[in-house]
């Protein structure tokens, strides 16, 4: 049969290697839908007339609700699996891709549409189960990098979304419709859940209650929150950044954050990869120092050209690295009857963590006129999550007893 058996000796199947193809594919079109509208929002703040804290809520509604979103979908998928569940999200998805197109002229229709284009964020807890279950323990890591190379659907969005928009205001979302319409499609057909995987019989609130009092879920999600929240909020902020310190064009600061999000979606597989020859939490340790490391450089306003440069592409690569190894410890040390659930919980709060700093820096930038104090409030959560990850992190081994609160 072609599956894997788990060992760490055991070569992926033909069938592991295209599930974890299309997950990534789904995942990085998924997300491009999800980023819809950070793209054009100085576009909807003109036309519409909204203030600048009306922006920024007009673009985080998506990415609330994806974040909390992934936590329901993550315990469904343990219970139906991903072969219903990824084409079902990515073809409801299109609603509120289309719904774009008329909500655009009034700003309740577009919160609307934003709180239903979250749904989008959601399958990242589809992917990870799905990826997880088909590759032997030595290799998850990396095949977890590789699908979380898929967050690279928002740096898709944010470099062809605007220009798209610049050939008819309504193109962009008719290319994304009709492209996660042909992914739901070829989901339905091609996704394949692995033979015999074990379902769980409990009722939905139990299974995320079970995830809740583990221990190591919160651990995860904290460590996740600085990795990918880093990475979310750079993605949301850096443009704004780069905008009002360094002076660039609207296009100039789009193309570097859109380099910056490049990056860090390199960078995930090879985080993953190192994490299945040195433990994850080494790894996650090392990544989240070079992080700490260059905000105290970048928190001193260095010249873009070229040591900036060099600091946001550092920071990128240790944030995408440790993205990519703190999912390897999920693969490692979960139970597999409970990787959706836990994946949703831990990418939750991950997604949560990219919420607050555009805000904090906002606020800081407002009052003191540096954004200063902000990189060095980075520095300063990537050294403690270095620290706990060293120090706490690589005393928990694969295959142990999983500890509950």
Known sequence: ?????????????????????????????????????????????????????????????????????????????????????????????????????????????????????GLGGTTFAIGVPLVNSWFPPARRGFALGVFGMGTGGVALSGYFTPRMAEHGENLPFLVVAVALAAFAVLGALLLRDLPGRAVPAESLGTRLGGAARLRVTWELSALYAIGFGGVVAFGVYLPTYLKTWYELTPTDAGTKAAGFAVATVIFRPIGGWLADRVHPATVTAGALALVALLAIVQAFDPPL?????????????????????????????????RVGSVTGIVGAVGGLGGFVPPLVMGAIYSAQNSYSIGFMLLSDLALAGCVYAYGRMRSIRPGAPVRQR
């Open 1 to 117: 049969m072609d599956t894997t058996d788990g060992t760490p000796g055991t070569r992926p199947s033909v069938t592991a290697c295209l599930n974890l193809a299309l997950a990534t594919v789904g995942f990085a079109l998924t997300f491009w839908a999800w980023d819809l509208i950070a793209p054009l929002g100085s576009d909807y703040k003109d036309d519409l007339g909204l203030s600048s804290f009306q922006q920024s809520l007009l673009v985080a509604v998506p990415v609330i609700v994806g974040s909390l979103g992934r936590i329901p979908v993550g315990a469904l998928t343990d219970r139906y699996g991903a072969r219903l569940m990824f084409p079902l999200v990515s073809a409801l998805t299109i609603v509120p891709v289309l719904a774009l197109i008329p909500a655009r002229h009034s700003y309740a229709a577009m919160l609307g549409a934003g709180f239903l284009l």
């Open 305 to 337: 050209a070229p040591l900036g440069t060099i600091c946001f592409l550092g920071m990128a690569a240790g944030l995408g690295a440790a993205g990519g190894a703190v999912f390897a410890m999920v693969a490692q040390i979960t139970p597999q009857p």
